[in-house]
């Protein structure tokens, strides 16, 4: 049975986007349209390389993620910086002082000139129980050199994590005793610092109320719900960004509390399928999807989903960061291209380079 900590798996080759699909708005008024240019070849790949997960930008345009295929590495799978040259930079996170059997990523944060891994791993070291089980964040500068492993407290099972400039880190797990997300900011050593609180912007005790009609979110289970969130940079703050579900805010938080929070207003059976980092003051870029079917495979003995499988569309919307409304489509043109993020007007997208099985890294302006 798949387990949430790996559900997203996307194939930008061989047409594995499936159809594209227009959303309501888009039917009514022609959208515009995107112009590709610079493709450049992705290094030290295999032909059909899958990504694995999401994707993350950095400051310098580099999309960051998971990708099985890397010929460098023997089990052909690592997390890379692809830049705009299509030079790559490999992060080695199967190796860290001290600890084995390092899990699979559960969550990556790229900002403040690092990339964060958070993973589970067991310890070697005699100070700790030998054989035990922690988690750990990983951080890496942008050359790929492991710079700090930080151990976390043994009881904690993060499954998100995102780091302020000041290189305090924001932990997001399941609090099973109230049914809801427990934040916990701990500082750049591991060292807890408090606990913050979503209150009514909590995405567990939201989706629990909802009606099942609404895609299906008050059936996710509550792993699932919290592993599928993500955090972006946002200035000196976090944004705490839903995905896979409709209805549940967009978060911004300081280190003591919730700022803003605002509800995405999407298209009817559309979900947020993947959020696109901008620089722009007045608007979020995202992707939105439809849900497929549900398998019961991918349910647990209560019903509850364990995972999701989504069509993408073949157009990024813009919602306004005031309160929500879609103000306009953008046509991404085709299958097979993954958008990343957008830096004044420049958009930056991996894509499978016209099927001939070798990932590109593309830009591309709004005509």
Not at 50 to 77: E, K, P, Q, W
């Amino acid at each position: 049975m798949r387990r949430f900590q790996d559900l997203v798996l996307i194939c930008l080759l061989g047409g594995a986007g499936s159809q594209a699909q227009d959303t309501a708005a888009g039917k009514a008024s022609a959208a515009p349209k995107l112009e590709f240019s610079n493709p450049r070849a992705v290094e030290d790949l295999d032909v059909a390389p899958m990504i694995v997960g999401r994707l993350d930008c950095g400051d310098d345009g580099s999309i960051y993620t998971l990708i099985n295929g890397y010929a460098l590495n023997r089990d052909r799978l690592a997390l890379l910086a692809i830049h705009v040259d299509g030079i790559v930079t490999s992060f080695p996170w199967r190796s860290a002082p001290g600890f084995a059997d390092i899990s699979m990523p559960k969550s990556i944060f790229v900002g403040n000139g690092r990339v964060y891994v958070l993973v589970n791993a067991e310890s070697k070291s005699a100070k700790q129980a030998h054989g035990s089980s922690y988690p750990l964040v990983l951080a890496f500068d942008k050359e790929g050199s492991l710079v700090a492993t930080v151990v976390l407290e043994h009881d904690l099972n993060p499954l998100v994590l995102g780091v302020f400039p000041s290189g305090n880190i924001l932990l997001v797990s399941e609090d099973r005793l109230n049914h809801g997300m427990a934040l916990n900011l701990v500082g750049a050593d591991g060292t807890p610092i408090r606990e913050l609180r979503l209150n009514a912007s909590d995405f567990v005790m939201r989706a629990a109320q909802m009606p099942a009609a609404v895609r299906g979110t008050s059936n996710y289970s509550p792993p699932l719900l919290i592993s599928m969130s993500k955090f972006f940079p946002s200035g000196d703050h976090l944004l705490l960004v839903p995905l896979e579900t409709s209805g549940l805010p967009i978060v911004e938080l300081s280190e003591r509390e919730v700022l803003h929070s605002v509800i995405p207003h999407l298209p009817d059976n559309m979900v947020l399928e993947a959020f696109l980092p901008s620089n722009d003051a007045l608007s979020w870029k995202v992707r939105l999807a439809t849900i497929l079917e549900n398998d019961k495979e991918m349910m647990d003995s209560q019903g509850k989903v364990l995972g999701v499988a989504t069509r993408p569309s073949a157009r990024i919307a813009e919602l306004s960061r005031t309160d929500g409304r879609l103000l306009q489509e953008i046509d991404i043109g085709g299958d097979g291209i993954q958008p990343a993020c957008e830096t004044n007007g420049t958009f930056r997208f991996l894509t499978s380079g016209a099927g001939q099985g070798h990932l590109q890294v593309v830009t591309a302006q709004v005509r």
